[in-house]
């Protein structure tokens, strides 16, 4: 660091190479407290970067020389208040899991450095002590977005797209287009997307300015949740990673977030991903027999010197990894116009249906933009009471039930939303009612109707739920479609749903790498138990995020094997998230608007107005245009690449004591 300016200086693993961004602390006038970023283009070896930071240093003597602020392992962003801008940078992180040889890393600790220098600003102007306590205010309230909590980042996979998309290309026809990525990235899961566009702009809105260079600082955080565990199943060990990334559109606390936007956002918009994975070997890629006896062929010296590929840094026999299952879910609020008032003090303040929309064009945008996301079927299951003395949550029910219906009779009949609405409420509290029972009778037909992704073909000898062994599937399997599971939180009885269905694909992930003859897991097996418990944390964690509590009602109450004890546990949750909502969420909920650069909420939405209510969809998001041929293409020219960041990112063979 300088008066003049920062040097930022990254470098892989091996320090064998180096990178340089130069942020201005210069401004010459007021005006220009404006953000000055500079990336070096140039790749520098270790000698080359140490004798061009010696020549900095020997330059700049007169004025105190060069000086190490510290060690950081990312850039969050910039944010400017009413003086000079911010620069957030990640000084702690921890391991949270491991995805085909790439590190996920979770947020501890961040440190904000203001980027002018103090004596610069004051050259500038004089700042009024009204300015000065401004200033402050809104540095406070930024911080009340806790960044050492659930936030997650990755040097080098893309932690903002599913495994599928990540390893095949996108669900749909329809190719990633700019306005819903940001610097190759789903610009729907960058929480710190505002904060990199003052000195990223560029390269996000125009692929070709400088991507290569400047878009490698960019380090997407995704906020929600990410846990791994393992197990062990017949000697093989099973890596089992839960993966939910929050939304930034539409995001806030409880009832200050309700229904949806006219953007076809929705509050408390999660996507949930669970991925099952073999660990043979660790990558994306392994080695590929018929490759293997190919080559062995034709050169008899390849078992004793590997034949490698001079444009690519893996050896010519791998192909892609058959031991990579993923599925993926999605929970968001009833994407209708309503809102709870909790400025009455009441625990279960009434709900409003805000604007009546007769063609539902926000819902259309959502859905549509599922398709775009996902593909068809979408299984949509309302999960809100059916019948109550005071119409509360029947209101949305039969307001979602008309949106449903008006919508569909647009769609082509085999593209039609899938809408299963279940009163899991009063079922729960019916002694003659099997909760879990329907639930797992929903998943089975959610799992066979969109199946699962798994990166290679399924291994021989498998049998069928009839004992018979069942025909080999010699191709990948692809995910098409999605379960969209809400209640009027989408927290506790949500979660417990989304945990059912990721329990029968549970079952079809570990059938489809060959450790399950049958596709089916009893709840009394070690493996449920470990998944209950992800999920359980999964659940507290997002109900944290939205409600400000932990959730209120767990798997054992709707498998009505809670204990006593749990009541007084249920009570006192529901007493934490009535005091937050109460007294806490407007602070949360300006935070929140600030660090993602969103505008105050208006009293009423502004009018969307579509080319047409009743081809309300786009057709291309309803089609797969690209082969299952295109996608495993796809999924072998990952082998060309991948193997690149071994090199980069992980350390050689050291000795220890």
């Not at 529901?574 to 009293?603: C, H, W």
Request: with cysteine; net charge negative; aromatic share 10%.
């Amino acid at each position: 660091m300088l008066c003049q300016r920062f040097y930022l200086v990254a470098f892989n693993t091996s320090q064998t190479k180096f990178r340089i961004l130069k942020v201005d602390r210069t401004p010459t006038f007021a005006a220009q407290l404006g953000l000055n970023v500079t990336s070096d283009r140039v790749v520098y070896t270790r000698t080359q970067m140490q004798e061009l930071l010696d020549m900095i240093a020997e330059g700049n003597k007169a004025t105190g020389g060069l000086r190490e602020v510290g060690r950081f392992f990312g850039i969050v962003g910039f944010i400017r208040f009413t003086s000079t801008y911010y620069m957030v940078l990640i000084s702690k992180r921890s391991v949270v899991a491991l995805i085909g040889g790439h590190y996920i890393y979770h947020c501890d600790e961040t440190k904000i450095l203001p980027v002018c220098h103090p004596s610069v600003i004051a050259s500038l102007g004089a700042r009024t002590k009204a300015m000065d306590q401004e200033e402050a205010r809104l540095l406070h309230t930024f911080r009340q977005v806790d960044l050492s909590k659930n936030f997650y980042f990755s040097y080098t996979y893309d932690l903002t797209n599913t495994l599928q998309e990540n390893l095949t290309g996108p669900t749909t026809g329809a190719e990633k287009c700019s306005s819903h990525t940001a610097w190759g990235y789903n610009e729907k899961f960058v929480w710190n997307h505002n904060l990199l566009l003052p000195a990223f702009r560029s390269s996000e809105a125009d692929p070709r300015s400088d991507q290569d260079t400047a878009s490698e600082w960019v380090l997407p955080l995704v906020y929600g949740f990410v846990d791994q565990a393992k197990l062990s199943v017949l000697h093989c060990t099973i890596h089992v990673t839960l993966i939910a990334r929050r939304s930034r559109h539409f995001a806030g606390a409880r009832f200050l977030k309700r229904g949806t936007d006219d953007q076809g956002h929705v509050a408390n918009d999660v996507e949930t991903e669970q991925i099952v994975s073999q660990a043979l070997t660790t990558p994306f890629y392994a080695p590929d027999k018929d490759k293997k006896a190919a080559r062995m062929s034709k050169s008899p010296r390849l078992s004793e010197d590997t034949e490698i590929d001079e444009e690519r840094s893996t050896p010519a026999y791998l192909g892609p990894n058959p031991r990579f299952t993923s599925y993926v879910m999605h929970r968001g609020s009833i994407p209708i116009y309503w809102t709870q008032d909790s400025t009455n003090m009441s625990p279960r303040p009434p709900i409003e249906i805000s604007v009546v929309d007769p063609y539902y064009s926000s819902a259309a945008l959502h859905f549509d933009d599922m398709f775009r996301r996902y593909g068809s079927p979408i299984i949509v299951l309302n999960l809100i009471k059916s019948k109550e003395k005071q119409p509360r949550e029947v209101k949305l029910l039969h307001a979602f039930s008309e949106c449903v219906a008006y919508l569909n009779q647009f769609l082509p009949s085999d593209k039609r939303l899938r809408y299963i609405a279940w009163d899991m409420s009063r079922a729960s509290k019916s002694r003659d009612q099997d909760v879990i029972g329907v639930l797992e009778d929903i998943a089975e037909e959610t799992v066979a109707a969109t199946n699962f992704f798994h990166s290679g073909p399924e291994p021989n000898g498998l049998a069928g739920f009839d004992g018979q062994e069942e025909q080999r599937r010699s191709t990948i399997l692809l995910q098409s479609g999605v379960a969209r599971v809400n209640c009027v939180d989408c927290l506790d009885r949500t979660n417990a749903a989304q945990f059912v269905i990721g329990k029968a694909a549970f079952g079809h992930q570990l059938h489809a790498l060959g450790l399950l003859t049958h596709p089916s897991l009893p709840f009394d097996s070690d493996a449920v138990d470990m998944l209950t418990e992800m999920y359980h944390d999964l659940g507290d964690t997002i109900a944290l995020q939205y409600g400000g509590s932990h959730l209120v009602n767990t798997m054992e109450t709707y498998r009505k094997i809670n204990q006593w004890t749990s009541h007084s546990r249920d009570m006192l949750e529901g007493l934490k998230r009535y005091y937050a909502n109460s007294f806490v969420d407007a602070d949360k909920q300006a935070a929140i608007n600030l660090f993602l650069g969103a505008d105050s909420d208006t009293a009423f939405p502004s009018r969307n107005v579509q080319e047409s209510y009743q081809q309300w969809y786009t057709p291309e998001y309803l089609e797969t245009s690209v082969s299952l041929a295109e996608r495993q293409r796809r999924l072998a020219d990952l082998v060309l690449h991948d193997g690149n960041f071994w090199a980069e990112y992980y350390r050689p063979s050291l000795f220890t004591e």
